[in-house]
């Protein structure tokens, strides 16, 4: 995934200018640009994290009844007609799945695209290692 964006979490002039500038006007400003360019790329991850969790969190909590009263919290849902409330609770488990099989594929994918960033790093790393150890023409390699 290529970012194009002028602020993103990488060394860039802007990133740097920021921070440098962030510094030199309160260094707490200038401590937050350079924890965003460092972790950055995680802040992404962690916000979908929380978003499912505090999704799934509410969603129990409505279906538990609560925020509606509390007079009859498992009968609030129910529309008097048993057939339509019989449909409408298997259309709802039916979509949960369907939601739960999504954010396993969503995760899968996740995995496999950092499992790709990470073998293309391994990739870039082992080609300056091996640019590294070549002899230039002036001598033997030195290594140390």
Same mark, same amino acid.
């Given at each position: 995934?290529?970012?194009?964006?002028?602020?993103?979490?990488?060394w860039?002039?802007?990133?740097?200018?920021?921070?440098?500038?962030g510094?030199?006007?309160y260094?707490?400003?200038?401590l937050?640009?350079?924890?965003?360019?460092?972790?950055?790329?995680?802040? $992404?991850?962690f #916000?979908?994290?929380?978003n499912?969790?505090? !999704? /799934?969190f509410?969603?129990?909590? %409505?279906?538990?009844?609560w925020?509606?009263g509390?007079?009859?919290?498992?009968?609030m849902?129910r529309?008097?007609n048993?057939?339509?409330d019989d449909w409408?609770?298997?259309?709802?488990?039916?979509?949960?799945?369907?939601?739960r099989?999504?954010?396993?594929?969503?995760?899968e994918f996740?995995?496999?695209?950092r $499992?790709l960033? #990470?073998?293309?790093?391994?990739?870039e790393? !082992? /080609?300056?290692m091996?640019?590294? %150890?070549?002899p230039?023409?002036?001598?033997?390699?030195v290594?140390?």
């Amino acid at each position: 995934m290529t970012s194009h964006a002028l602020i993103r979490p990488a060394w860039t002039p802007a990133t740097i200018a920021l921070m440098v500038g962030g510094f030199m006007l309160y260094w707490p400003l200038g401590l937050a640009v350079l924890a965003y360019i460092i972790w950055g790329d995680r802040l $992404e991850a962690f #916000r979908t994290d929380v978003n499912r969790s505090t !999704d /799934r969190f509410f969603c129990g909590m %409505r279906r538990a009844g609560w925020g509606r009263g509390r007079a009859a919290p498992f009968t609030m849902d129910r529309t008097g007609n048993v057939a339509f409330d019989d449909w409408r609770e298997a259309e709802l488990r039916r979509l949960d799945e369907e939601r739960r099989r999504l954010d396993e594929s969503r995760a899968e994918f996740e995995a496999y695209a950092r $499992e790709l960033r #990470r073998a293309k790093d391994q990739e870039e790393f !082992d /080609r300056f290692m091996a640019n590294r %150890r070549k002899p230039d023409n002036n001598g033997p390699i030195v290594e140390g």
